[in-house]
């Protein structure tokens, strides 16, 4: 799964922006900027904060899309315990808040 990346094309689509444009308005280097597009590397949580400052759109919202992409990154080809291990992950969390 790419959910930030899909996020950031369908943002950068809406503005009718190339990848290079957005690369170089976001100091990533394009090569690298279409792996993040395409879920193949994962963004920097700095990066993120960047990007979503520069689409004007909620940094809440896209860094919860780029900490869902590493779990699922995590969980992958654990399909039978995953969800076991998000509500244990869970539980834990709600007690330490």
């Known amino acids: 799964d790419m959910l930030f990346g899909n996020k ?3 943002l ?3 503005q009718g922006l190339l990848q290079c444009q957005l690369a170089a308005a976001s100091e990533i280097d394009t ?12 963004a920097k949580r700095s990066q993120v ?5 520069y ?20 969980l992958e080809g654990e ?4 969800l ?3 509500g244990v992950a869970e539980k834990t969390i709600r007690q330490s808040r």
């Open 12 to 14: 950068r689509d809406k």
């Open 55 to 74: 689409f004007h759109v909620d940094e809440k919202e896209m860094l919860t899309l780029w900490l869902a992409d590493k779990i699922l990154d995590a």
């Open 31 to 42: 090569p690298m900027f279409s792996k993040i597009e395409r879920g193949d590397r994962r």
């Open 8 to 10: 950031i094309r369908e």
């Open 49 to 53: 904060t960047m990007l979503a400052e």
């Open 79 to 82: 399909n039978s315990l995953a």
């Open 84 to 86: 076991d291990a998000i």
